[in-house]
């Protein structure tokens, strides 16, 4: 995840503008400020001495870059420990050093690139407003259990008793892995802010397996303003809410994993050692909506619900998807085809069959379609997704080997 790792990677999954992450740590800022340089448009963009040479020229795009971090407060509010992870966007390197150096006061920035501070999150918040106008806080993963704003283990019940007053300033909140778009829009206290997804990457290959689509200008302005107004965003790209590993509710070490239903039915209580259960995301979002589910929210927020491609050639290929195999094949598509965006979203399936890779291509319609099979995520454990059932794979094999 070096700036020329991230350039490198933006471009192979069809990424236009990436957050740099952590600017608030002193060694990762230092990199960015000697690798990195302002555009016309007011964003960030490698400088040419840094680009890596091995991107497919069927991939090779501008890739620009805002600064972004992710920040853990954990605090005591209302009497209970709070464990909030919020986002903070910033147009320009001056700005973070604002706030940058507002934390520093507070607490270590040099032992994490995620820095843990005892800080409220209305505090980071009034710091972030007072460091630019143009800077922008939104909850991090807005449901996940142990360290989000709705979070059941150590959030809250509404954004105004996290950020009281100043709650009007908070206009986006990140969907997270685990919640989608009609999820979110239950509660129709969120009705005037905009719903955002990005990736939560800790490794390259993650990137992109959340974002967002704008139909903008590529500007630092028109990126801000897509976030605080929605003016742009037009969709989001989001895991099936299922396949992220806080969906449902569960105990991993037992292996057990429950319906919201089903844990109000046992208590909250692991059936098999007794123990409380971590309550996932869809019952936190049942237990906080004041809508029925598609209560009439149908095209609110247009979204694709993705499996990753290395994902869907790891089950063609049926082996591990961080296997020789995986990446081999998965380069040689980004080579025929193009990015990754590209082969899942818009590229007919007629021609990536046609490349050479027919089962890829029918596994893409597939999840296009939504005709996928979930074993929902529980406690810190993915969800599971299946393409091809077991007797179908007898159909399929031939095709497998023209990966």
């Not at 005892?118 to 980071?124: A, I, Q, V």
């Not at 801000?224 to 742009?232: F, H, L, S, V």
């Not at 844990?263 to 007794?274: A, D, F, I, M, Q």
């Not at 929902?376 to 990966?403: A, H, N, S, T």
């Amino acid at each position: 995840m070096s700036p020329e790792g991230i350039w490198r990677w933006a471009q192979l999954k069809g990424i236009t503008v990436v957050g740099t992450g952590d600017f608030t740590h002193p060694g990762w800022m230092k990199e960015l400020e000697e690798k990195l340089e302002r555009a016309d448009n007011g964003l960030l963009v490698l400088k040419t001495e840094y680009e890596a040479g091995d991107v497919p020229d069927s991939c090779r795009s501008d890739v620009f870059f805002l600064p972004s971090v992710e920040i853990s407060c954990i605090y005591k509010k209302g009497g209970r420990t709070r464990k909030v992870h919020n986002l903070v966007f910033v147009p320009d390197f001056v700005a973070a050093e604002r706030i940058s150096r507002g934390l520093a006061r507070v607490g270590n920035l040099g032992s994490d690139g995620r820095p843990i501070l005892g800080l409220d999150s209305k505090e980071l918040l009034k710091m972030v407003l007072d460091s630019s106008p143009r800077a922008v806080l939104v909850p991090a993963h807005a449901w996940t259990p142990h360290f989000s704003v709705f979070g059941a283990a150590s959030g809250f019940d509404s954004l105004e008793e996290c950020f009281e007053e100043l709650t009007p300033h908070v206009s986006a909140i990140e969907t997270g892995l685990s919640s989608d778009p009609p999820m979110n829009r239950r509660l129709s206290a969120l009705d005037g802010l905009s719903l955002i997804s990005n990736s939560d990457a800790h490794s390259p290959a993650k990137m992109g397996r959340e974002a967002n689509i704008l139909d903008t200008e590529i500007s630092c302005d028109s990126v801000m303003k897509a976030i605080t107004k929605g003016e742009g965003l037009t969709g989001t790209i989001e895991f099936f809410p299922e396949e992220g590993k806080y969906h449902y509710d569960g105990h991993r070490t037992c292996g057990v994993c429950l319906s919201p239903e089903e844990t109000v039915r046992r208590n909250y209580l692991c059936p098999v050692c007794g123990k409380r259960l971590t309550v996932g995301v869809m019952h936190r979002v049942q237990r906080l909506a004041d809508r029925e589910a598609g209560a009439g929210l149908a095209g609110v927020d247009p979204y694709r619900s993705l499996v990753p491609l290395p994902e869907i050639v790891a089950e063609v290929k049926k082996t591990g998807v961080n296997s020789r195999t995986v990446n081999k094949a998965y380069m040689d598509m980004l080579e025929s085809l193009g990015n990754e965006f590209r082969i899942l979203m818009d590229l007919p399936v007629e021609k990536i069959g046609a490349a050479g890779f027919s089962a890829v291509a029918e596994a893409v319609a597939r999840v296009r379609a939504g005709e996928i099979a979930v074993s929902p995520g529980f406690d810190g454990e993915y969800g599971k997704i299946k393409i091809f059932g077991k007797f179908e794979r007898r159909e399929v094999k031939g095709q497998e080997m023209l990966l």
